[in-house]
């Protein structure tokens, strides 16, 4: 079970579809790239406006743990819960992100932030994650963010960056019992002592 890459591939989907007006822009505007931080890409020759994860720690969450096995709610990648009842005694993990979006024009920055906080995105109350591949909403909280700053790239070209500091909620299920549901019923009493 990826469940590494499936929380990855989760928040790089979500952050995707984002479009920022400008005047040298189509009508549907700039669009707005996202991808992984890759250490030998340079901002100095990426396009803007851009969209950088980075996938920073992964622990465990010791304060949703509990022991024992329990019930799935879901169904893990590569499972049928069709045909049984899915049991496993999950660990609770905590993923952080750190999402840093760079742009040349402070308008522009500001426009991504203000877009970013609407429900479907990063809000602060109510920001949620889907995850397509086992068919879960996952919690995301926004633990830092949006933070405005201002820089220059190594060409010293002005950069505009806002930072996001988010925290997803994930299980690492060790091992997966498939319960099968029960097909029949025998109800032959016998007397005591016979």
Do not use: C
């Not at 049928?80 to 905590?94: G, H, N, V």
């Not at 426009?111 to 609407?118: D, E, P, R, V």
């Amino acid at each position: 079970m990826p469940w590494i890459t499936n929380e990855d591939a989760a928040i790089k989907a979500k952050l995707q579809g984002l479009a920022v007006k400008d005047t040298n822009a189509p009508d549907d505007g700039l669009p707005v790239d996202v991808r992984f931080r890759l250490p030998e890409n340079e901002l100095a020759t990426a396009t803007f406006p851009l969209i950088v994860i980075e996938r920073t720690r992964i622990e465990p969450d010791h304060d949703r743990e509990h022991r024992g096995t329990v019930e799935l709610g879901y169904t893990p990648e590569g499972y049928d819960s069709a045909k049984s009842y899915l049991a496993a005694d999950p660990i609770p993990y905590m993923f952080e992100y750190q999402v840093t979006v760079y742009t040349r024009k402070q308008r522009h920055a500001a426009s991504i932030a203000q877009m970013l906080s609407a429900r479907d995105y990063l809000h602060p109350r109510w920001a949620y994650l889907e995850v397509p591949q086992d068919g879960t909403v996952r919690r995301l909280e926004v633990a830092g963010g949006p933070e405005f700053n201002e820089g220059r790239d190594s060409q010293g070209k002005r950069l505009w960056q806002v930072d996001y500091l988010l925290h997803v909620s994930a299980e690492l299920l060790d091992e997966i019992a498939e319960i099968k549901p029960v097909q029949t019923v025998e109800l032959t009493t016998h007397p005591l002592g016979q």
